[in-house]
């Protein structure tokens, strides 16, 4: 009898291995896909934040002589003669990769480097002097200590500099050049998000609550309603508000041949033309999930609450409320989320003092080609992302958030 017991549950601890196994089987396609399409992409995107190869690599004996020098003092001789070995060992284009990256650490560092290469020196004078009769700038300090904290394999500057900030004489600095720009730019888009996830909110839980109660075609017609702008594209959806805002407008010119207002109203490239197409475009992730919930709500309990006499607004505060808060949290983190990563919308709608993060990736990425800056940026937008569903996850609870 024993031993029967045991050849059970051996053969059950078998067969569940073999399920656990078939489902692993059937899981590693989507796995293995996601690490590749997804998590890699953003780890490198995250990895050239820190990444400072360009320096590190051009700059071995420059490198190893300031390992010893403890930061203090004037720059060590024989780093000046180990700055221009390296220098001279590059070619024209690595050289001047070199020069423009320390030049985001100190601005005039490009032409002081760039000056080096193929430069010939004299053997019966010190480097360091003819470098300084050069330029005098070669005897800051400063200089010699952006090199130093420049020429390691990894480094915080992009990160920093996305704050605000800067290392200099050994600690943290407000950056020089910048007075607060990007922490303006985050806070602006973190403001922008905000206010459209209220919008889609205010706007968003009427319709929803259409939606659920209506019945027959009209129920069918708003829903599609509702769906029509997921099958048109986010930049049409945004050419079709500027036709509609713009001076000459549709809306402007309707307002005015009304009598409504004297003149046309100023719409779009500003804040309100992007509050407007913001909330367009992301309204039905809002409303999809509420939508989901509602449909779920048990009647039966604001038909009891109301047959005991409490009074609608009662109802709709302690019965109906609490049990659509799940679709409400959940429609206000998708939009939120969504929000402050948007791009196409405020660049074509909104002015220069409405531009978001995003903006500001795509900048540094095709334009000024600083992807270290690029790769900051994104990645404390994308920790900022975490930070708020975190958020969101502590205030309202895991069964809020997952809308279930």
């Known amino acids: 009898m024993e031993n029967d017991k045991k050849v059970i549950a051996l053969a059950v601890r078998a ?7 078939g489902g692993l089987v059937l899981v590693a396609p989507a796995v293995v896909f996601l690490l590749l399409i997804f998590v890699a992409p953003i780890a490198l995107f995250a990895w050239r934040s820190v990444d400072n190869a360009e320096a590190w690599s051009a700059l071995p004996r420059t490198r190893a002589v ?3 020098w403890d930061g203090t003092g004037g720059p060590p001789e024989p780093a000046a003669a180990a700055l221009v070995a ?3 060992s590059l070619d024209r284009s690595v050289a001047a990769t070199l020069a423009r ?27 360091l002097e003819q470098l300084i009769a050069l330029n005098p700038r070669w005897g800051e300090h400063r200089i010699w200590q952006v090199i130093d ?18 290392l200099r004489d050994g600690g943290l600095t407000k950056a020089s050049d910048q007075d607060g720009t990007f922490r303006v730019i985050f806070a602006r888009t973190f403001w922008i998000s905000g206010i459209v996830t209220l919008l889609c909110l205010i706007v968003g839980f009427p319709v929803a609550y259409v939606l659920a109660t209506a019945k027959g075609w009209l129920g069918r017609l708003l829903f599609i309603a509702v769906l029509l702008p997921f099958w048109t594209s986010v930049l049409v959806r945004t050419m079709s508000w500027i036709l509609l805002l713009q001076q000459n407008g549709i809306l402007n010119r309707f307002l005015i041949d009304h009598h409504l207002i004297s003149a046309p109203l100023t719409l779009i490239y500003n804040r309100t033309g992007v509050y407007i197409a913001m909330v367009h475009v992301l309204l039905p992730f809002f409303v999809l999930p509420l939508y989901g919930v ?22 709709f505060r302690h019965s109906y409320l609490p049990q659509v808060m ?18 196409i919308t405020p660049v074509l709608v909104g002015g220069g003092g409405d531009q978001m993060v995003s903006y500001f990736v795509a900048f540094y990425t095709n334009s000024s080609v600083n992807w270290g800056m690029a790769a900051a940026l994104g ?16 205030v309202m609870g895991t069964a809020a958030v997952s809308g279930r």
């Open 326 to 343: 799940p679709g409400i949290v959940a429609g206000l983190v998708l939009v939120f989320v969504t929000a402050i990563g948007f791009y």
């Open 15 to 21: 067969t569940r291995r073999r399920e656990q196994l």
């Open 66 to 68: 300031l390992r010893a």
């Open 149 to 166: 904290n420049e020429s390691g394999r990894l480094t915080p500057y992009y990160l920093l500099r996305a704050l605000d900030l800067q």
């Open 379 to 394: 990645t404390l937008l994308l920790i900022a992302t975490f930070v708020c569903l975190g958020a969101f996850r502590r």
């Open 86 to 88: 390296d220098v001279n």
């Open 294 to 315: 509602m449909l779920k709500v048990d009647r039966a309990q604001i038909w009891a609450a109301a047959s005991l006499g409490a009074r609608p607004l009662a109802v």
């Open 101 to 127: 990256r320390l030049n985001y650490s100190e601005s005039g560092m490009r032409s002081m480097v760039i000056a080096l290469h193929g430069l010939s020196l004299s053997l019966q004078k010190p480097v």
